[in-house]
């Protein structure tokens, strides 16, 4: 008899293998990241064809295979399909779940990540904030949470009211970060500053954030 497990998560990444099948990334509540084969989901009718796109946050019935976890069936809470609609707020959202790839581990308290993801995504979804701001919040806390956050510097040249957004971020919880906005100027000198502590941090190129950048 098969044991099987249950997980709260995001699906991250996802990949055809074989003919038929997909090897997804979950992000989850319970064992940080971890890979997962979908045997036979890119089956058209297949009932883990739509769970295992990116985006799709819920729960995930595991059972452990040899040498990984494959899925068995999906109860999926938020598919994010007002995002994926929308073709630029998408590739913020993969740029969002690349940086959650490149910063997860396996077995490790991703709580604080998953919860920043999930914020974030709902955010762009909701069309109630420029998408350059979500993403200068999402990179500024994901850097935060990883330890690694370098402070303001001098050489920063900010004004006070994008000392004190920067200062928002940094000490609130994920659940009330997105609960402001800023002036264009604002704007404009927290990109520059998420420029240069992202360049300083990242050791890898996103292929979504390239994309980003060509078509805006």
Same mark, same amino acid.
């Given at each position: 008899?098969?044991?099987? =497990? ?16 997909? +090897? =997804? =990334? &979950?992000? *989850?509540?319970?064992?940080? $990241?971890?890979? =997962? ?10 009932? &883990? ?5 990116? %985006? ?23 598919? !994010? ?47 109630? %904030?420029?998408? +350059?701001?979500?993403?200068?919040? !999402? ?30 971020? &940094? $000490? ?5 970060? !997105?609960? %402001? ?5 604002? &704007?404009?000198?927290?990109?520059? %500053? ?6 300083? *941090? ?15």
């Amino acid at each position: 008899m098969q044991d099987f =497990v249950v997980l709260t998560g995001i699906i991250i990444k996802s990949e055809p293998i074989g003919e038929y099948d997909r +090897r =997804v =990334v &979950l992000l *989850t509540k319970e064992k940080g $990241k971890i890979a =997962v084969f979908a045997k036979g989901s890119r089956r058209p009718g297949n009932r &883990l064809m739509a769970p295992t796109n990116p %985006f799709s946050f819920g729960q995930f019935r595991l059972f452990a295979g040899r040498t990984s976890y494959n899925m068995s069936e999906a109860e999926i809470s938020n598919y !994010f399909e007002d995002l994926r609609a929308d073709f630029i707020g998408a590739y913020y959202g993969m740029y969002f779940l690349e940086i959650c790839d490149y910063y997860t581990r396996e077995n490790n308290d991703e709580m604080g990540m998953l919860k920043l993801l999930y914020q974030s995504l709902r955010a762009l979804a909701s069309n109630r %904030f420029d998408n +350059r701001l979500v993403r200068c919040v !999402f990179e500024i806390k994901a850097i935060v949470l990883n330890g690694e956050f370098p402070g303001i510097e001098s050489s920063d040249v900010l004004g006070e009211s994008t000392i004190y957004a920067i200062t928002y971020i &940094l $000490k609130t919880p994920v659940e009330r970060l !997105f609960s %402001f906005d800023v002036k264009p100027e604002v &704007l404009g000198e927290l990109i520059r %500053f998420c420029k240069k502590i992202c360049h300083r *941090t990242f050791d890898k190129e996103f292929k979504s954030l390239e994309i980003l950048e060509n078509i805006e």
